[in-house]
């Protein structure tokens, strides 16, 4: 449930490093795959907590630091994937956002890093539970494509073979203007992220639901956006081993005040419940738990640092320091590779006028390419015909999307391709 929960609170990252903005309206059809080939996860000997280790692009001279909508940027260490943890005169670098030279790249030396961002040594060893050993890398692939129009609704999977983990959602929002904010939220076919454990050993067969939080974007009148989120949450384990009872998790993202700044707190609790009791599983708010059902506790500001505290300890132990952690780059094969459905090749005319600041032939791209999907909408009306995704089964009630099996060999084509085979 911890690695899960660790899993639930870095999957936001991109909202808290990068600015807010609005994505491109998907097309019927579109579709996008990726992937990263990262290492294996590794263990402190003392505390047997995960050590994070940061792999990402080393930033070019001038290129701003990643302040994102928490503004103060962050100080973590950056490597290349495939310097593996390893120093190196080009790699070894940090950025920062605390001073006005906080474009500029500064250079550690070795030990700097390798206290900053542990490598292969004596100070880690290879998680025993994971299924590969730490000299290993690891894979995830990636693949989503939108299903339905009216409503917008996009199938995504992700998979990981060495460990044999997958996480599978359908991707549907609704918004609506309140106030002097955007409130969004899942909509109908959004049941949460569902990961599922499909390799040997501990875990097994185990299935973890999360449901996701409604947020709001603020800042709208100044032009400087940013996130909230008030709401509650719920990370369910079901399957796997059979016994009277799952764990199950309770989120409370707490409400913002009206003055000040946001302080994007939350606490929550971790629980037993007995399987197949209604009312147990019914429950939402962490309140609503009787202590005696309760094994921890969780709080922290979801936006830097997040801890927990077992029942019956003292002590809390840190369960994510976001500030620890930066974006990874995703491997993408280049445009000329690509379907013509593929988003980044149907949206090229309109990306690469945007980076020229040409806004004006930007708009007219993007009214061609709507334009476009209307016609052949328009077409599949009078002929009576019905889309079919490619790469996911049209049930998907359940939250639960399916892979075709055009699904799995694209798949299959990426993990190749990621591993360089």
């Not at 909202?15 to 994505?23: S, V």
């Not at 940027?73 to 070894?92: H, I, Q, Y």
């Not at 974007?217 to 032009?223: P, Q, T």
């Given at each position: ?57 080393v930033p ?8 994102g909508?928490?503004?103060s ?18 790699a ?5 956002s ?19 961002v ?92 999360i ?56 606490d ?65 094969r ?12 149907l949206?090229?005319p ?27 909408a328009?077409?599949?009306?009078d ?39």
């Amino acid at each position: 449930m911890l690695a899960i929960l660790r899993f639930c609170f870095s999957k936001e990252l991109k909202f808290i490093r990068t600015r807010l903005g609005k994505p491109y309206n998907s097309a019927l059809g579109e579709h996008f795959r990726c992937s990263w080939r990262l290492p294996a996860l590794a263990l402190d000997k003392e505390t047997g907590d995960p050590v994070v280790r940061t792999h990402v692009h080393v930033p070019i001279p001038g290129e701003p630091a990643y302040g994102g909508q928490g503004g103060s940027g962050w100080t973590t260490p950056v490597l290349r994937a495939e310097d593996g943890g390893k120093p190196s005169s080009e790699a070894s670098s940090i950025v920062s956002s605390s001073s006005k030279a906080s474009k500029k790249t500064k250079a550690l030396d070795s030990s700097q890093v390798d206290r900053s961002v542990p490598g292969p040594g004596p100070e880690v060893v290879g998680d025993p539970d994971a299924g590969v050993v730490e000299s290993e890398k690891v894979t995830v692939v990636f693949l989503c494509e939108q299903v339905s129009h009216h409503p917008p609704v996009s199938a995504a999977y992700y998979y990981c073979p060495e460990k044999g983990i997958e996480a599978y959602c359908m991707d549907q929002i609704t918004a609506k203007v309140s106030g002097m904010s955007v409130k969004v939220g899942p909509g109908h076919s959004n049941k949460g992220i569902f990961v599922r454990i499909a390799r040997d050993g501990p875990g097994k067969g185990e299935e973890y639901q999360i449901s996701h939080p409604s947020a709001a974007v603020n800042g709208i009148l100044k032009g400087s956006y940013y996130g909230t989120i008030s709401d509650f949450i719920q990370v369910t384990c079901r399957g796997g081993e059979s016994g009277p009872t799952k764990l199950r998790t309770l989120l409370d993202y707490k409400e913002e005040s009206w003055l000040g700044k946001p302080k994007f707190l939350l606490d929550g609790v971790i629980y037993r419940y007995t399987v197949g009791d209604e009312e147990q599983e019914g429950w939402t708010k962490p309140k609503q738990v009787p202590s005696d059902k309760i094994v921890g506790y969780i709080e922290g500001c979801w936006m830097k640092q997040i801890r927990y505290k077992l029942k019956g300890q003292k002590e809390w132990k840190i369960l994510l320091d976001l500030d620890q952690l930066a974006l990874i780059p995703k491997d993408v094969r280049p445009i000329e590779e690509q379907d013509e459905y593929e988003s980044r090749k149907l949206w090229e005319p309109v990306t690469q006028q945007l980076l020229s600041k040409n806004w004006g032939e930007a708009t007219k791209n993007k009214q061609t390419i709507e334009q476009a999907q209307r016609d052949k909408a328009q077409a599949r009306k009078d002929n009576e015909e019905t889309h079919h995704a490619r790469y996911f089964e049209p049930d998907y009630e359940e939250g639960r999307p399916v892979l075709t099996a055009e699904g799995k060999e694209a798949l299959e084509k990426e993990i190749k391709r990621c591993r360089g085979e």
